[in-house]
């Protein structure tokens, strides 16, 4: 008498009756077929990128084939990658508004997603998440995160993003002041300015000849130090003067006590204080004509300006980098188009006069002052 228990006879879960009949055999067989010919629909993950997260929805998956589905919804351009089990494989590079797909094939195992712009250093502000993959039976009954949100973080590099740091920085080495002149790179530059809307190329164009990016240069004596903290999107704060004597014998001291957060044309703030960017160049962000760099300080204030011991306005526009070296040390030219690779060691402030005022009475109406060999390291304070 034929035993009527079940048995799986495939490792893809088809069931037959045990013995097996001729009959049922080739059942099995065709079912098996059948499976094979029609595989499991790919999943879709859906990815949103922003300043400065990766959002992931879901963050649970069955092992197979997956769908990224990604939109760069912040302010500049955006990657995505993702590594792990034999796999790294990464989307062509979003601008904002921007969407992509990238199709993988995904073994079971845990995946990081993350942002690989700058040599990672977005992947350092925070840019990263990660994917679990599993059989069904492990993931059945885990909820999937609402859309745009993740429950799990990102390990130690979000752990980090999500800490106040502060950094005490005191200018080095030689100083020199940057005066109007071309900009070496034009060339260079030409292909990311012709994208560029009409208003913002014809801006370009015009401090591309005569700007503030030029190896038009003085040696100059002067000093500067500042404490800057850095607390995300808000909450930022500077402190700092910087002292200087430039080529034409003025005096000059910039006095910064608040943080700048306010746009300007063309360029998208990230928060008052950042620490650690990869932009300007040929990174779509923020001007081409400074080299591509990578910054561990940017920061954006308000200061009070005084010329010659006289007050010139208590809300100068300030802009300092701690920067990879820009600058080769023979005649203080710019050495080079991208520069990410250099170390970072070049200290960068640049004055001008609040917006809707006269330019300063100095050459190009602006102030730009570099200290070529200053060092600063930011520590973490603590949890936000």
């Known amino acids: 008498m034929m035993d009527s228990r079940a048995n799986t006879c495939s490792a893809f879960g088809i069931r037959c009756l045990r013995p097996i009949g001729l009959s049922l055999v080739l059942q099995c067989i065709v079912q098996m077929s059948a499976h094979a010919a029609n595989p499991p629909a790919p999943r879709t993950v859906h990815v949103r990128l922003s300043e400065w997260t990766v959002a992931l929805d879901p963050t649970q998956i069955a092992p197979g084939r997956v769908i990224f589905e990604v939109a760069n919804a912040g302010s500049i351009p955006h990657g995505f990658e993702v ?11 979003l601008q904002p508004g921007q969407t992509g797909k990238l199709t993988l094939d995904l073994p079971a195992g845990r995946y990081e997603t993350y942002c690989p712009v700058g040599k990672d250093s977005h992947k350092m502000l925070g840019m990263i998440n990660h994917l679990s993959v599993a059989p069904a039976t492990h993931t059945a009954g885990q909820p999937h995160a609402e859309h745009g949100e993740s429950h799990e973080q990102g390990g130690e590099e979000r752990e980090y993003a999500n800490r106040a740091k502060i950094m005490n920085v005191a200018g080095g080495g030689p100083v020199i002041q940057v005066l109007p002149g071309p900009y070496p790179f034009a060339d260079s530059a030409a292909a990311i300015i012709n994208a560029r809307p009409p208003d913002q190329q014809a801006d370009l164009m015009k401090k591309s000849h005569l700007g503030p990016y030029s190896n038009n240069v003085a040696m100059i004596t002067g000093d500067i130090a500042l404490t800057a903290i850095d ?4 909450g930022d704060s500077v402190s700092g003067t910087a002292s200087f004597q430039v080529a034409d014998g003025a005096r000059w001291k910039v006095v910064m006590d608040r943080v700048q957060t ?14 650690g960017l990869f932009y300007h160049g040929a990174s779509g962000v923020h001007t081409p004509l400074v080299p591509t760099i990578r910054s561990s300080l940017a920061l954006w204030a308000y200061a009070h300006v ?24 023979s005649d203080w030219a710019l050495d080079c188009w991208d520069c990410s690779d250099q170390p970072i060691e070049e200290l960068q402030l640049q004055v001008t006069a609040p917006p809707n005022t006269p330019p300063f009475d100095a050459p190009g109406g602006f102030l730009f002052v570099n200290w070529e060999k200053t060092s600063g390291k930011p520590e973490v304070l603590g949890a936000r």
């Open 83 to 93: 590594e792990g089990h034999g796999v790294e494989k990464s989307l062509s590079l």
């Open 231 to 234: 607390r995300g999107a808000t």
């Open 262 to 275: 306010k746009d300007i044309p063309f360029n998208p703030r990230f928060g008052g204080v950042i620490m």
């Open 306 to 329: 005084y010329k010659n011991d006289q007050l010139v306005t208590d809300d100068a526009m300030v802009h300092i980098m701690l920067l990879s070296r820009t600058r080769r040390t």
